[in-house]
């Protein structure tokens, strides 16, 4: 028996990846196959082909953190799951072929009506962006978020996040086409920081105060003039370091505001409280039944046209979510 998947034996780029028949397995103790119908495209699927992610699966390996589909065996002890069952999927790898397997405490149960190219964009991107703002920041209604690389996957959410709770936003991007998208989404202003002074633009989208909550999944050169334009009392995300450099600031500006630098770290959060993460993923579907949040998908792409959805995600072309659809 066979499936194909996108190969990576060699971890050096994207261009690397090969299409390649694989021996299709039974899950063994624990585990389920997930015969894949959608898979999206987060950063750190960039890094992990580029051996450049925390965490480094064993090669070779078939990239894919996030994908959804039907599971369609199950191995033994598993009683949670049933064949047929709708999964969404978090996990290190394995998306981006067309059957994965995978432990079935990594499995999502999503609802049968509830699009596959959906599930597969949900739980990463808006789940950081809870335990961020809602958890790690204790956002409150009325106050400013500005949300920096806005139109990008995480960026996005947060868009919708913050204004699902009563928040102000202002998107932080690198062009007017993006400034427009984040628009749609509900952002409330825009800061253009390929083209605007940024300290002049926040002090006038905020009468001088600043945003409240600072939402960085950016790093680099932007995190220094964006801290020291944070209101008093101000939470500045540590999100994540798409600009590539890992910022570093003077702790007298954090005195200065009575301002804090909150880590996130969405992975081990799940890991490390199940409870809360299950508690918030309960809210993130209640806000999509009422279309509160919907996964902006800038498209969809057949599956074997990976390599595409690589080039485009790593020269910033993206705007929302990249999903890679197997149709079986
Ligand atoms: N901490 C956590 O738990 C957690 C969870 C999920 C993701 N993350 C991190 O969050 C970051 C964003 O992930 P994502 O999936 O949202 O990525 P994405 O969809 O590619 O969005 C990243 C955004 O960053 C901006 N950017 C600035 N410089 C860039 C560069 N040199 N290359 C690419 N993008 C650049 C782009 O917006 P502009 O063009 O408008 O600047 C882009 O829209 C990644 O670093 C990821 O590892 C962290």
Avoid at 72 to 88: R, S
Wanted: charge should be neutral.
């Amino acid at each position: 028996m066979t499936m194909y998947g996108w190969l990576c034996e060699n971890p050096t780029g994207a261009d690397q990846l090969q299409w390649k028949p694989l021996q299709l397995e039974a899950p063994g103790a624990g585990q389920v196959r997930v015969a894949v119908r959608a898979a999206s495209l987060n950063f750190p699927d960039l890094l992990t082909v580029e051996n450049k992610y925390q965490i480094k699966p064993a090669l070779p390996f078939v990239p894919g953190a996030e994908y959804a589909g039907v599971v369609e065996a199950v191995g033994p002890g598993v009683t949670q799951l049933a064949v047929g069952q709708h999964v969404a999927v978090i996990g290190a790898s394995g998306g981006f072929g067309t059957h994965a397997l995978t432990s079935a405490s990594q499995c999502l149960p999503v609802p049968a009506d509830m699009p596959f190219e959906h599930a597969a964009a949900f739980a990463f991107t808006y789940g950081t962006t809870h335990h961020a703002l809602m958890d790690r920041a204790a956002l409150k209604a009325g106050e400013t978020v500005l949300v920096l690389g806005a139109a990008g996957g995480v960026g996005s959410s947060a868009i919708q996040v913050a204004k699902a709770a009563g928040a102000r936003v202002i998107a932080g991007v690198s062009s007017e086409e993006k400034a427009d998208f984040c628009r749609t989404l509900g952002a409330d202003a825009t800061l253009n920081y390929a083209t605007e002074d940024v300290r002049e633009r926040l002090k006038a989208l905020t009468e001088g105060r600043g945003p409240d909550v600072v939402y960085d999944p950016v790093g680099g050169h932007l995190a220094e003039p964006v801290f020291r334009s944070i209101a008093w009392r101000g939470r500045y995300l540590v999100i994540g370091f798409a600009g590539g450099a890992i910022p570093a600031l003077p702790w007298n500006l954090a005195l200065l505001k009575g301002a804090s630098v909150v880590g996130v770290f969405w992975g081990d959060y799940v890991r490390r409280e199940a409870a809360a993460f299950a508690q918030a993923l309960q809210q993130l579907m209640g806000w999509y039944q009422q279309g509160l949040i919907t996964p902006p998908i800038d498209r969809v792409l057949p599956l074997r046209e990976l390599p595409q959805a690589y080039a485009l995600m790593a020269s910033r072309a993206v705007k929302g979510k990249l999903v890679m659809r197997h149709d079986g």
